[in-house]
């Protein structure tokens, strides 16, 4: 059974940082994109980041030049280190990650974090 679980995740003042974490446990054979997603209250859920297992990046337009992403393959953890945050990014965030366990491939899901920004 593969697991993800998100981390970092609260409160912040427009213009402050969160790094949100997102580790993998249970047997994990080897993992595809990971991806960073969000969802705010009545919006539908969107890609804001995600990267490949080359490292290749990409983001939305929205959150170009103040998040990243990175990824340890060691640890089997993702990272979104978000800068300059706004009432904007106000969401709880969800990781996704394809995965090849015992299983076989599927994509799994984290229970997601919450982000707030004050203003």
């Known amino acids: 059974q593969v697991q993800l679980v998100e981390s970092g995740g609260g409160l912040v003042q427009a213009g402050g940082s969160l790094r949100l974490s997102c580790a993998a446990s249970g047997s994990i054979f080897s993992v595809s994109a990971m991806e960073w997603y969000r969802q705010a209250p009545g919006s539908q859920r969107e890609l804001v980041a995600g990267?490949?297992?080359?490292?290749?990046?990409n983001y939305a337009d929205s959150v170009k030049g103040r998040f990243t992403i990175s990824r340890d393959n060691a640890k089997n953890t993702v990272y979104l280190q978000m800068n300059s945050l706004n009432s904007e990014d106000t969401a709880v965030y969800y990781c996704?990650?394809?995965?090849?366990?015992?299983?076989?491939?599927?994509?799994?899901w984290g229970q997601g974090t919450q982000v707030t920004v004050s203003s």
């Open positions: 990267i490949t297992t080359g490292g290749r990046t």
């Open positions: 996704n990650w394809g995965v090849r366990s015992a299983a076989g491939w599927g994509i799994y």
